[in-house]
């Protein structure tokens, strides 16, 4: 019959075909009653290394690819997922990981202080270990502050490991951290290559779970691999992509602390070196409470202050000027940490990015 109102006729109506048959498409996920519960422990261009049955005396390793009903979901070492399909280990076996648990914390990154894409670096790690040299590479102070905020926004401890302490002295940073709340342990290489110190590290890794930051250089490696004596085996096991007879890791790697006379294991998650730490993922009101120092003193503040160099009659300013400070207050070490504060929330705000 013509439709007189628009001069067609139903004959001339063509529809699409449907090419995935005529079934209806739902947006309802398979339940997946059966799945297994693993620990993602390395990451390689979209395959996962899954410790199935983790800390169990059943646990075994399995190689997994993410279940497309997990979309654009991002699966990072340290998850706890649950994974469906062949889930023995063998040679060529391929197991699916179908759901990621809620995470305790979260450690992200973005490229710059501008940058609003983040990057989710390890996920459920209880403490950060911010690595640096004393010496050789100069130490980094503002990158160390990048590292604490980010750590803190992530709902984790602290740990500021200086190596090299054979090359240059460690008090100085010793008080400028601890008094702030972060824990420092220092080590040194002995002439024989071992490290001294390396039992203060463990028993400040032991029980939990730790992911190591620094930028190239810092003696991370050394302390991975005396932490974990087989862990280039380990490495090699979970596919971190190599070349040129070392191992360039382009992801963190979840490594096994084994116990050793008194101490308990751990797991340390090992993660390629830094050259910046952005932080625009970090909301600006979470920044000072990551000064723990400063932020007491910024309750005195005026309402609506920016705590920036320039802003009137801000508490900071008498804070480092030494106002109702003690007569053995270290004023210069004040100042250096307002100044550390000020000069990431200026970059935050998408100012000055010199780390």
Not at 6 to 23: A, I, L, T, Y
Not at 62 to 81: F, H, N, P, S
Not at 198 to 226: F, M, P, Y
């Amino acid at each position: 019959m013509r439709d007189r109102d628009h001069g067609f006729d139903e004959s001339q109506v063509r529809m699409r075909p449907n090419p995935h048959g005529s079934r209806p498409r739902t947006k309802r996920h398979p339940e997946h009653g059966g799945a297994e519960p693993g620990l993602v422990i390395g990451v390689d261009r979209g395959r996962y290394s899954v410790l199935i049955d983790a800390d169990t005396s059943t646990e075994h390793p399995i190689t997994a690819m993410k279940a497309r009903e997990l979309g654009r979901e991002r699966v990072v070492v340290g998850d706890r997922v649950d994974v469906v399909g062949d889930t023995s280990g063998v040679d060529g076996s391929l197991a699916r990981i179908v759901r990621i648990d809620e995470r305790t914390t979260t450690l992200r990154r973005s490229a710059d202080d501008t940058d609003p894409v983040e990057r989710v670096l390890v996920a459920n790690a209880e403490q950060l270990v911010i690595v640096t040299a004393l010496a050789d590479p100069e130490p980094r102070p503002r990158m160390i502050d990048r590292c604490v905020v980010a750590a803190y926004d992530a709902g984790m401890e602290v740990l500021l490991c200086l190596t090299k302490a054979d090359l240059a002295d460690a008090s100085g940073y010793r008080a400028r951290y601890e008094p702030v709340g972060v824990d420092v342990v220092v080590t040194a290489q002995r002439p024989d290559g071992s490290i001294d110190g390396i039992d203060l590290v463990r028993t400040a890794l032991e029980g939990r779970s730790s992911v190591l930051v620094g930028h190239s250089g810092v003696g991370k490696s050394t302390l991975v691999n005396a932490l974990v004596p087989d862990a280039a085996r380990a490495i090699g096991h979970v596919n971190v992509v190599t070349g040129r007879g070392r191992h360039t890791s382009s992801s963190a790697v979840a490594l096994r602390m084994p116990p050793l006379e008194g101490h308990r294991g751990g797991w340390v998650i090992d993660t390629p070196g830094v050259r910046s730490f952005g932080l625009a993922h970090v909301r600006v009101e979470h920044l000072l409470a990551a000064f723990q120092d400063l932020a007491e003193v910024a309750e005195s503040c005026p309402r609506g202050c920016t705590h920036l160099e320039d802003s009137p009659d801000c508490e900071l300013d008498t804070w480092a000027a030494g106002g109702s400070a003690p007569e053995n207050a270290d004023l210069p070490a004040r100042a250096a940490r307002l100044e550390s504060f000020r000069r990431l929330l200026t970059s935050r705000n998408g100012g000055d990015t010199d780390r």
